[in-house]
T-cell receptor, first 112, second 110 residues
Framework: DAGVIQSPRHEVTEMGQEVTLRCKPISGHDYLFWYRQTMMRGLELLIYFNNNVPIDDSGMPEDRFSAKMPNASFSTLKIQPSEPRDSAVYFC??????????FGPGTRLTVT | SQQGEEDPQALSIQEGENATMNCSYKTSINNLQWYRQNSGRGLVHLILIRSNEREKHSGRLRVTLDTSKKSSSLLITASRAADTASYFCATASGTYKYIFGTGTRLKVLA
């Protein structure tokens, strides 16, 4: 298996633009997690899905953030409009039983 | 809010020495996990210890859990330069909503 795949790996955008981050979990995994990592706040859970259904989105910072999982092999995290404080590394992770999480390589987002 | 707080924040040791890092948490948990993150990479799962376990081993790793003190420790024996990374503990209580600690940056000098 190729592991968790994220795209793009790097994204540079201007404030106010829409940003879409993509994730393909490991086949057969039924949990998918989106995290954000910054120096100031560390690694924060934004939202997680079970069988494509959002279970807990209490970590989503504000309405500018939205996440979808239309099927078992694809998820998106969208920020609209983006702001400089959204600059961070965004990780997607998946797991089969909710325990050992497999992380993707991350998307480094820079909003100027 | 931060659940896990690792201590120390940074640790520098010589190759071959043992490295010990600690994690403290605030609420009751189902299990505690340790992850490693190499610079610029995603996290990699190392070991999971359940709340009814006190000690667990995996290769050169030894994890202990003291639920009365709400703390855990990760020991890496005979460290190698390749162990240089950041180490995080993650806890969950009742759900799959894992909260990661602040991390310990380990540097192993060859």
């Amino acid at each position: 298996d190729a592991g968790v795949i994220q795209s793009p790996r790097h994204e540079v955008t201007e404030m106010g633009q829409e940003v879409t981050l993509r994730c393909k979990p490991i086949s057969g995994h039924d949990y998918l997690f989106w995290y954000r990592q910054t120096m100031m706040r560390g690694l924060e859970l934004l939202i997680y899905f079970n069988n494509n259904v959002p279970i807990d989105d209490s970590g989503m910072p504000e309405d500018r953030f939205s996440a979808k999982m239309p099927n078992a092999s694809f998820s998106t995290l969208k920020i609209q409009p983006s702001e400089p404080r959204d600059s961070a590394v965004y990780f997607c992770a998946s797991t089969a039983l909710g325990y050992e999480q497999y992380f993707g390589p991350g998307t480094r987002l820079t909003v100027t | 809010s931060q659940q896990g707080e690792e201590d120390p924040q940074a640790l520098s040791i010589q190759e071959g020495e043992n490295a010990t890092m600690n994690c403290s948490y605030k609420t009751s948990i189902n299990n505690l996990q340790w992850y490693r993150q190499n610079s610029g990479r995603g996290l990699v799962h190392l070991i999971l210890i359940r709340s009814n376990e006190r000690e667990k081993h995996s290769g050169r790793l030894r994890v202990t859990l003291d639920t009365s003190k709400k703390s855990s420790s990760l020991l890496i024996t005979a460290s190698r330069a390749a162990d240089t990374a950041s180490y995080f503990c993650a806890t969950a209580s009742g759900t799959y909503k894992y909260i990661f600690g602040t991390g310990t940056r380990l540097k192993v000098l060859a």
